[in-house]
């Protein structure tokens, strides 16, 4: 098993241009046969939507928000949910919002209203990086690394070539200065 602890920094430490790729390779693990990433394309970009899964209706919006101001992600949200919902109308089941930074009451409270808005319609999801840390640590170590492109686990490495050979054994004997230092016994 993988230190939770090392995966949830790895996904914090995520930069913004990075995150989508990151959510990409964690979604299409987590729904291999239903994820369907999408990329921003000519005027209309991703039409609110980073990726979606066809048949349960849920569509995922990427966000590296770590050090955004509280009022930019909290309009990123508003403007993610209802674009998406213009765009994709009643196919959109579970809005999921992934971000790398644990959402502060204020963000969380928006959040909230916002699920009282459209509670009738759909489910809003937060992804942050607890949430993210424990899907990961449900996977195989492979499938993590795969994930958070880093190397956790250590059991194939080849060890230091100093380390393959047991050091030769010494006779007391041989050592110089061993009666001088020790002593007549």
Same mark, same amino acid.
């Given at each position: 098993?993988?230190?939770?602890?090392?995966?949830?920094?790895?996904?914090?430490?995520?930069?913004?241009a990075?995150?989508? /790729?990151?959510?990409?390779?964690?979604?299409?693990?987590?729904?291999?046969?239903?994820? =369907?990433?999408?990329?921003?394309?000519?005027? !209309?970009?991703?039409?609110?939507?980073?990726?979606?899964c066809?048949?349960?209706? !849920?569509?995922?919006?990427?966000?590296?928000?770590?050090?955004? /101001?509280?009022?930019?992600?909290?309009?990123?949200?508003? =403007?993610?949910?209802?674009?998406?919902?213009?765009?994709?109308?009643?196919?959109?089941?579970?809005?999921?919002?992934?971000?790398?930074? =644990?959402?502060?009451?204020?963000?969380?409270?928006?959040?909230? =209203?916002?699920?009282?808005?459209?509670?009738?319609?759909?489910?809003?999801?937060?992804?942050g990086?607890?949430?993210?840390?424990?899907?990961?640590?449900?996977?195989?170590?492979?499938?993590?690394?795969?994930?958070?492109? !880093?190397?956790?686990?250590?059991?194939?490495?080849?060890?230091?070539?100093?380390?393959?050979?047991?050091?030769?054994?010494?006779?007391?004997?041989?050592?110089?200065? !061993?009666?001088?230092?020790?002593?007549?016994?």
């Amino acid at each position: 098993m993988i230190d939770p602890r090392i995966v949830e920094d790895s996904i914090k430490a995520i930069d913004a241009a990075h995150f989508q /790729a990151f959510c990409d390779r964690l979604l299409i693990t987590l729904y291999p046969d239903d994820f =369907t990433p999408v990329r921003a394309g000519g005027r !209309r970009g991703d039409m609110k939507n980073d990726g979606y899964c066809v048949g349960s209706g !849920r569509f995922f919006q990427a966000h590296a928000s770590r050090g955004e /101001a509280l009022a930019k992600i909290k309009n990123k949200i508003e =403007t993610d949910l209802n674009g998406c919902l213009q765009h994709w109308g009643d196919a959109v089941k579970t809005f999921v919002y992934i971000t790398n930074d =644990t959402q502060v009451g204020e963000v969380e409270h928006h959040i909230n =209203t916002l699920r009282q808005t459209h509670g009738h319609r759909l489910s809003i999801e937060t992804w942050g990086p607890l949430r993210l840390s424990n899907k990961l640590n449900e996977l195989s170590p492979e499938q993590v690394e795969y994930i958070i492109e !880093r190397r956790l686990t250590v059991a194939d490495r080849p060890r230091h070539p100093h380390y393959l050979t047991p050091f030769p054994a010494i006779n007391p004997d041989d050592v110089i200065g !061993r009666d001088t230092a020790l002593g007549e016994l």
